[in-house]
């Protein structure tokens, strides 16, 4: 069974905390990539930063719906995730738009777990470790050219 350090993308590019918005949409269009992890100053992995956080600042702000009480405003939704939108949507460094929720693979990890990460988890940029350093990423290109190859991690 092949594990992570056999299928990885062993060429990381990566997005510092305080990259211009518009130089990240550079860096991903220019080498053809849909994310990159970020690291902070110390160059440890602090997140992970996708197209889909760059097209988020282009959408359609959602007002949270509200109901006005006795001279009280109760809003139906979260505010807190209202308060987030509003900060991704309006940021303008890569620590403004980045999910907050990282995701990593030890550089052993079998192909199966890193399926089941990336789909239970919705993951598009899968950071590969060897301790806390970065050796790697994985995407979902990388496990649809390794099932091209022909092995498939839900097949025995």
């Known amino acids: 069974m092949k594990k992570a350090k056999d299928i990885m993308s062993r060429e990381v590019k990566i997005a510092h905390l305080d990259?211009?918005?518009?130089?990240?949409?550079?860096?991903?269009?220019?080498?053809?990539?849909?994310?990159?992890?970020?690291?902070d100053d110390e160059g440890k992995v602090v997140g992970v930063v996708t197209e889909n956080d760059l097209v988020d600042q282009n959408k359609k702000l959602h007002i949270p719906t509200m109901v006005s009480f006795l001279d009280s405003v109760i809003f139906?939704?979260?505010a807190k995730t209202?308060?987030?939108?509003?900060?991704?949507?309006t940021g303008s460094r890569v620590r403004d738009i980045?999910?907050?929720?990282?995701?990593?693979?030890?550089?052993?990890?079998g192909l199966e777990d890193i399926a089941s990460l990336?789909?239970?988890?919705?993951?598009h940029t899968l950071p590969v470790l060897r301790g806390d350093t970065l050796v790697g990423v994985i995407g979902k290109a990388d496990l649809i050219r390794v099932m091209?190859?022909?092995?498939?991690?839900?097949q025995k």
């Open 148 to 154: 091209s190859q022909g092995e498939n991690p839900g």
């Open 76 to 78: 139906l939704e979260s």
């Open 82 to 89: 209202f308060e987030k939108e509003i900060k991704k949507m």
């Open 98 to 109: 980045c999910s907050e929720q990282l995701f990593t693979v030890d550089e052993d990890a």
């Open 19 to 39: 990259m211009p918005v518009q130089e990240l949409a550079s860096l991903l269009w220019e080498n053809k990539i849909s994310g990159v992890p970020v690291v």
């Open 118 to 123: 990336i789909s239970e988890k919705g993951v």
